[in-house]
Nanobody, 118 residues
């Protein structure tokens, strides 16, 4: 069983920045593909960014040039740096562990709310 705990969400003005963190309980974190997904009200959950164990990264087109994903295997942590935030980035952001760059696994965190508003 993998436990994931996200943090770092909040309210930010358009153009602002946030950094989300996700800490995983798994001792084999380093071999997992990690992903950040988001779900806005009335919309399906979508992949925002994913990173494989070897560092291959996939970003959604809507966040390219603004968001970056990174991981620290020594800390069992994956990060999502979000710059140039827009109101349309408002959503609950979820961490996922052990899926692929194209499909999540069954392991989800509880989510962290990101609200972009003036």
């Amino acid at each position: 069983q993998v436990q994931l705990v996200e943090s770092g969400g909040g309210l930010v003005q358009p153009g602002g920045s946030l950094r989300l963190s996700c800490v995983a309980s798994a001792n084999i974190f380093s071999i997992y593909t990690m992903g950040w997904y988001r779900q806005a009200p009335g919309k399906q959950r979508e992949l925002v960014a994913g990173i494989t164990s070897s560092g291959i990264i996939k970003l959604a087109d809507s966040v390219k040039g603004r968001f970056t994903i990174s991981r620290d295997n020594a800390k069992n942590t994956v990060y999502l740096q979000m710059n140039g935030l827009k109101p349309e980035d408002t959503a609950v952001y979820y961490c996922n562990a052990g899926g692929s760059l194209f499909m999540p696994s069954a392991y989800w965190g509880q989510g962290t709310q990101v609200t972009v508003s003036a």
